[in-house]
């Protein structure tokens, strides 16, 4: 059966929240508002979303691959379900009122956003850890893959490349929001600080030991397990000291880049890399932290993360897309809307999706009791 990480629910949960936030101000939000200081703020914590997302995919991708390096799973099926992954998001950007206009289509399938990012950085992830022998190389390759999406981004950016579907991916010239250079970074950190999940000694038997001990109360598969000897710091502590680590360089190489590093466009930035890690790594020491019990709250929030992909189709199904007869809400509401009317908006949005997203689950139980492939994946 698998175990899930209830403090990574949690987290992913506030973190989809504010996902559809940040949507729903930027598609309705007018920008006379946006000049204020309270915006300030209402920008920061929505740059933090997508860092998140990223952080955890590459976490939960890094601790299966050390929970599983002595006996590795077949990657052709997990490959499969990332190409799943990267088709939703060309279908969700892929203009199918305009199919066989080719510059149409070229334009919107140049613009690569979060979900692109996610499954081709998880592939190259996958990929990689069947070509190194010891799990310290497989680390240290991640680390250097993370150092250069990072310090190549600015110099990257720069370049003219000939603008192609997969220009996309490099920097974001074509309309990419999310191009690997820096983002993968993000995936990659994660898939770093996945080793302070498991202990230094990752046998196939002690992972089995940690989550039996977690599901039978003596410890948490979303923390550490009771701590002996020879094992790491406990979670928490170990994403809080990263974090502070993390914001000092921030603050260092703040201080020392001079006008080059500032005059360089701000998600491509070393300084905002580290900060953002920074707040990420922060977040997850606290839902490490809080995340043990159940109360109604928790479970909301966990049923939110554990279905974030389908909270994010639909979001964007209801904001951009429409549902055939309904027209989308971008096309109701314009974007001259006070933040009053932003929020109720929002919460609109929220609700519309919650919907959406039970429903879906609905029939995909039904579907599971004649398709036995379906059914396995509704396991627990």
Request: charged share 10%; net charge positive; glycine share 8%.
């Amino acid at each position: 059966m698998k175990q899930r990480l209830p403090w990574i629910d949690f987290l992913r949960g506030i973190a989809v929240l504010g996902m559809i936030e940040t949507h729903a101000v930027n598609t309705f939000l007018d920008p006379i508002y946006r000049a204020g200081p309270w915006f300030v703020l209402v920008s920061y914590v929505n740059g933090w979303v997508a860092p998140t997302f990223l952080f955890l995919a590459g976490y939960l991708q890094g601790l299966s691959v050390r929970k599983n390096w002595e006996t590795p799973r077949p990657i052709g099926r997990r490959l499969g379900n990332l190409g799943v992954i990267l088709a939703i998001g060309y279908g969700l950007q892929f203009p199918w009122d305009h199919a066989f206009d080719w510059p149409v289509v070229s334009a919107a399938l140049g613009r690569v956003d979060v979900l692109h990012c996610i499954a081709v950085t998880l592939a190259i992830l996958l990929v990689l850890s069947r070509f190194c022998k010891r799990l310290v190389t497989y680390d240290r390759l991640v680390l250097g893959l993370a150092l250069g999406s990072i310090i190549a981004a600015p110099f990257v950016w720069t370049v003219p490349f000939a603008t192609n579907p997969l220009t996309g991916y490099l920097s974001p010239a074509p309309g990419a929001l999310f191009p690997l250079f820096p983002w993968s970074a993000f995936i990659f950190a994660g898939a770093l600080a996945s080793r302070f999940q498991l202990p230094k000694t990752r046998s196939g038997r002690e992972a089995h030991l940690i989550e039996s001990a977690a599901t039978a109360g003596r410890g948490d598969v979303s923390g550490e397990p009771p701590k002996t000897a020879g094992q790491r710091p406990a979670l928490p502590g170990a994403f809080i000291m990263a974090a502070l680590l993390m914001a000092a360089a921030g603050w260092v190489v703040s201080w020392m880049s001079g006008e080059w590093m500032h005059s360089q466009p701000y998600a491509a930035r070393y300084d905002t890399f580290l900060f953002r890690v920074s707040a990420v790594l922060a977040s997850a020491a606290f839902c490490a932290s809080i995340v043990h019990g159940e109360n109604s709250i928790t479970r909301a929030i966990n049923w939110c993360g554990s279905r974030s992909l389908p909270l994010y189709v639909w979001h964007l199904v209801l904001l951009h897309s429409g549902l055939g007869i309904i027209p989308p809400l971008r096309e109701l509401f314009s974007r001259t809307q006070p933040p009053a009317a932003t929020f109720l908006l929002y919460l609109l949005t929220l609700g519309g999706t919650l919907f959406l997203t039970w429903l879906w689950q609905l029939a995909q139980r039904h579907a599971a009791r004649f398709i036995p492939s379906l059914a396995r994946q509704q396991r627990p």
